[in-house]
């Protein structure tokens, strides 16, 4: 899969993600690293305002990659990405198709669905999935 050429918020021609961690525009020279470039094309495609006093992590639909773990995964739904993909990593390129991220209940993050285990609290109970590294944290 190619890592997708986007629209460049600067210019408004080619901004691509470079794979190790950057975006960049060949037309304006404008670079930035993979979170603030995910964070400017939610700005550009939804229009929102990003004031420096709300902590912008906690609020916009950027996940950690299961690829590469950089805060910088978006997902199209969210983020009005137009695209033949779900999901995309600003960082490393990455993409997924709608069925292969499932979101875990336990970190909120979207993970691979063979990274899921059933959570079992005792034996009576009806469990539910949450990725392994939820799971593990839960049984250290």
Not at 11 to 19: A, L, V
Not at 59 to 69: R, T
């Amino acid at each position: 899969m190619s890592i997708p050429v986007l629209t460049c918020p600067r210019c408004s021609r080619e901004w691509q993600i470079t794979g190790d961690g950057r975006v960049c525009c060949s037309s304006c020279g404008y670079e930035t690293d993979s979170y603030t470039g995910a964070v400017e094309y939610i700005k550009m495609h939804e229009g929102l305002e990003i004031h420096n006093d709300i902590y912008a992590e906690s609020k916009l639909p950027i996940y950690e990659c299961p690829a590469c773990d950089a805060l910088a995964l978006l997902n199209r739904t969210e983020a009005s990405i137009n695209a033949g993909f779900q999901f995309l990593c600003f960082s490393c390129g990455s993409q997924w198709s709608d069925n292969e991220l499932e979101r875990c209940p336990e970190c909120i993050q979207w993970k691979p669905g063979e990274e899921f285990e059933e959570l079992i609290i005792c034996r009576s109970a009806v469990g539910f999935y949450v990725c392994r590294a939820c799971y593990e944290k839960i049984f250290k």
